[in-house]
């Protein structure tokens, strides 16, 4: 059979397929419905805001001030109290919030901090700001975020925190890593961005740490459009960084302190009108995140009919929020690999309303390993030179190369399958439409 005859008769085989990624009818045809938040209580809040006339009170001086206008501190109480911890800092978004933990943490040029090569790229940049080495760790098989061995191997004497992050809504290994961060005098900065609402035992995720940070970015769990906050139960890391998150050079000789490392600031601060939102927000998380449990596992229910799918797993004691559903798949099961399964998915449904140019939120992978990004494998950041990775002995310069994590690699590679199809506000109907487009290509697999 030549060339031209082999197009024809693939051409043909589409053309009496089922599956909407050879044209045939599609499972949905309506758009999924957007994450809405917004209410009358949030609106009253905004507008009482606006009517004040205040809408940000922060002053880069030594002032009454300097902590931040009535809607802020409020809100800051709030978020303290709801996690039951001591100290809440709001910031303008969980990255100035990861920044400015690292400074706080009093991290020097040359230090290395231990980093997620699976996360938003702001988790392992986060030392670079302050000239550290990022330090990529594996994570595991099985929940995704660091592995305690992996984090073990990569230790040295130049080693000062490990930033761990609650990957897609499940806490970390706390006992393991904490036991081991304690045994080398490391501090944690958990990134709790994905996971707001999720606990270890009887605590919060975001707290487990020595610092915890929350983003309110537009698509997380609440959302003020933009914003963060990082909690800790610790007054001097607390201070650091309220100073840090704004001018802080500009305000320790008046403040009489005596701690000058990391204290040039930044503008990391939150306005009066997001602080109002996340005021009002903060109240619904509870229900938001058990919404998006209750659909998980009606979704789950019907998905684990597909052999080659695995649901994810939940790390004893602790409980999942969900900020994406993560499935693992076989394509040793399935006989066709696990892009081509995504893609055929993805063409039966729809996009979600107002993140229409995102596509359909059904992904193959997640994100590419951070250490192969074009810094990394470049070690250029600052200017035209290798620093600060110049400021590593000779022998022992950190490597980015390809197969450093091969879990990661792996799990992105052909493996994981996330989507964000299960969310709050999604009916019975939505998810069945997600099951059913799952099912239609299970079942006509051997046309892909």
Known sequence: ????????????????????????????????????????????????????????????????????????RAFEEAWAAHFGVKHAIAVNSATSGLYAAVGAAGIEPGDEIIVTPFSMSASAVAPLVYNAIPVFADIEKDYFCLDVASIEQRITSRTKAIIIVDLFGLPYDTQAVNELARKHKLLVIEDCAQAPGAFYKNKSAGTLGDMGVYSLNYHKHIHTGEGGVVVTDNDELAERLRLIRNHAEAVIDAKGDAHFTNMIGFNYRLTEMQAAIGLVLVKHLNPLVEARVENVHYLEKRLTSIPALTMPKIRKDCTHAYYLHAIKFDECVAGVSRNAFVNAVKAELEVTEWRETEGVKVNAGYVKPLYLQSIYQKKQVYGTSSYPWSLQPKGTETSYAPGICPVTERMHNNELIVHELMRSGMTKQDLDDVFHAFEKVWENRKLL
Not at 9 to 15: F, N, S, V
Not at 64 to 72: E, K, S
Request: hydrophobic share 40%.
């Open 1 to 72: 059979m030549n060339d031209v005859q082999v197009l024809q008769k693939i051409k043909a085989y589409k053309a009496i397929s089922p599956l909407a990624v050879h044209g045939g009818q599609k499972i949905r045809t309506k758009k999924f419905p957007p994450y809405l938040l917004i209410d009358q209580e949030v609106e009253d809040a905004v507008s009482k805001v606006l009517r004040s006339g205040v809408l940000s009170r922060y002053l880069g001086s030594w002032h009454q001030d300097f902590y931040g206008g009535p809607q802020v």
